[in-house]
Structures are given as C-alpha cells and as structure tokens.
C-alpha cells in the first residue's frame, strides 16, 4: 500500500501524505530521540508523492519538519499500531483498492 500511495497508483491529499510518512517514520524508527534522530535523518527516506512534493514550494528541511511534528505525536506506539493506524488511514483514500487495466475488445 505505502509503495502505491508513493508511486502515485492511489491518490493521497497532501495533509494525509504527511500524516501517513509520520507513521511509516514510527513503524521504521520507533519514538522520536532528537539525540538518535537529528535533523536531516530523514533526507535518504522516500515518505511522500512526488506530486505532493512538486505541489508546494518547500525544502526537504521542511518536509521533514512537518513529518516530525507528527512523528513526535505518536510517542509510545508500538510498530504494529503504527502500522495499523497507517493502513487505517489508507484504506480510506478515494482511491483505494481500485486498479486500473488495460482491456481490449475482440479487434484487438
């Protein structure tokens, strides 16, 4: 599911981007330390759509400090409710569990 939101195969709005990195950050990370986690650790991650991305005029400094006030949020979840959160939150974008195909019909 993070690998289609990411690939833009199911839309994601903005804000819900940022709220679903911010889990995937928990899941991945565990809680927050600003001592382990200083800023920038984030720079190597894939979180977000690039259409998101490319939608505002923002830094990856920026982005990561809009994850991590959310990530800071979630102190004490344990990786499996973050992802549950995560996939709750997913399943009910417009476009979940909807995939397109090709089709043809009998003249090819």
Same mark, same amino acid.
């Given at each position: #599911?993070?690998?289609?939101?990411? @690939?833009? %195969?199911?839309?994601?709005? =903005?804000?819900?981007?940022?709220?679903?990195? !911010?889990?995937? #950050?928990?899941?991945?990370?565990? @809680?927050? %330390?600003?001592?382990?986690? =200083?800023?920038?650790?984030?720079?190597?991650? !894939?979180?977000?759509?690039?259409?998101?991305?490319?939608?505002?005029?923002?830094?990856?400094?920026?982005?990561?400090?809009?994850?991590?006030?959310?990530?800071?949020?979630?102190?004490?979840?344990?990786?499996?409710?973050?992802?549950?959160?995560?996939?709750?939150?997913?399943?009910?974008?417009?476009?979940?569990?909807?995939?397109?195909?090709?089709?043809?019909?009998?003249?090819?």
């Amino acid at each position: #599911v993070k690998q289609q939101i990411l @690939d833009q %195969d199911i839309y994601c709005p =903005p804000e819900a981007s940022v709220l679903l990195a !911010s889990y995937a #950050v928990q899941a991945k990370y565990g @809680d927050y %330390d600003p001592s382990v986690y =200083p800023p920038g650790f984030l720079h190597n991650e !894939s979180l977000l759509p690039q259409r998101v991305k490319d939608q505002y005029q923002m830094t990856s400094d920026m982005w990561e400090e809009r994850i991590t006030s959310w990530y800071t949020e979630h102190t004490g979840m344990l990786r499996d409710e973050a992802e549950m959160e995560y996939l709750k939150i997913a399943q009910d974008l417009e476009m979940y569990g909807i995939s397109y195909f090709p089709i043809k019909n009998k003249k090819g």
